[in-house]
């Protein structure tokens, strides 16, 4: 993939408009794979056109589902059946997408055939025992890298066996890596999370009629039942929203209306720790869309203060550290961040990359093991490097239309994995951001 730097300059005017940001992406991964395990045909609309998304779409494809494209956002899968997916002739490129190469190990488990999941540099570096582990207590067999990293060998399985888990890391993936081995398992499939994660496996999975108890922090299955087809409509994800959250809390004068935003709770942490931190945000009136609570959310300027994260929120918004530490880095006072540790294996170690990088735009901010200790003030220009994390070079896009001078971002192309058209659509609200 090519190199791409961006050009973040301090903007003149506030922001404003009513801006859709693109489809949720654990939500499309999801869609396309439940739609392709269903009997019949599934449409799913306000599907994230991003790499990582379309990288699960071509998976499918490879593994003989046929998958129909109509329009921009739209796929339409013809359902295979839950035995009815094709040996794969190469290996299954996963792309950037952890989420991929997680769920997907543990669905490809329970085949008949062989597989491989492989993945870019980044990917290639992401810790895989996590998932291994748990799906060897169900039988499943692996040959990974150094027994912990991808390209990942999955051996073919005539059956698994259920199993009791309760995962060491607080991972939606963990725990959705299980389920979905878990269809394919004989007898009981059950997790308990010590925090819980967001759960649109357990969701999906009941939309598409397979029986599955949960709440939060638990969830339990058996094997043997079916999914039937069903219709999807993606809401808007929360974390791309999360960047506009922040731009529209520290530019002065802007008041950004945001559509149709997916307000799972187990998302939208970011919106706790912004309101301690003094932010004007408003929630529309909420409606349900495919078992999804999807509100518009009104953001207006407001001054912030520092704030203690404590590590109870953090899973809630583990993705949206990198927006927050820009955030951080504008309010007054001292923000603390702890119990994130997750945070240095992610597409980056994003303590890292984003301590680095507002500690070269003359951000006072001391990095710790499981988290940062962030001095807010101003933010001046200079050249970072975003390390080809689609996040941490949103963030830092959003530092340069506040800095005191432009910043070079290096290293950008990765953002087409979770928000396609990030520079037009962030160029219509009002930021003054450019290709280089
Ligand atoms: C995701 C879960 C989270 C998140 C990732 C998407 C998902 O990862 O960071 O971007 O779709 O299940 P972990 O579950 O590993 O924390």
Sequence with gaps: MAELDWLSSPTRTSLHGRVRVPGDKSISHRAIMLAALAEGHSRVSGFLEGKDTQATATIFEQLGVRIETPAWGERLVHGVGLHGLRAPDRSLDCGNAGTAMRLLTGLLAGQTFDSTLTGDGSLLQRPMHRVLEPLRQMGAGFDAQDGDLPPLHIH????????????????????????????????????????????????????????????????????????????????????????????????????????????????????????????????????????????????????????????????????????????????????RIQGARELRVKESDRIAVMATGLRKLGVDIEERPDGACIEGGLIHGGEVDSHADHRCAMAFAVAGQVADDTVLIRDCSNVDTSFPRFVPLMRQAGFNLSHS
């Design 156 to 335: 073919r399985r005539s059956h698994l066996n259920g199993c009791y888990v309760t995962p060491e890391i607080a991972s939606a993936q963990v725990k959705s890596a299980i389920l979905l081995a878990g269809l394919y398992a004989q007898g009981s499939t059950e997790v308990c999370e010590m925090h819980p994660t967001r759960d649109y496996t357990e969701r999906m999975l009941a939309a598409f009629g397979w029986p599955v108890e949960f709440s939060p922090g638990h969830a339990q299955l058996s094997g043997g039942h079916v999914l039937r087809a069903t219709d999807i409509v993606v809401p808007a994800d929360f974390s791309s929203a999360a960047f506009l959250l922040i731009a529209g809390s520290v530019i002065p004068g802007s008041e950004l209306h945001l559509l149709d935003v997916g307000l799972n709770p187990r998302r939208t942490g970011l919106l706790q720790a912004l309101r301690a931190m003094g932010a004007d945000i408003r929630e529309g009136p909420t409606r349900e869309q495919g078992g999804e609570r999807v509100a518009d959310l009104q953001v207006r300027h407001a001054p912030l203060q520092g704030v203690d994260i404590p590590e109870a929120w953090v899973t809630d918004m583990i993705d949206e550290f990198p927006a927050l530490f820009v955030a951080a880095a504008l309010a007054q006072g001292r923000t």
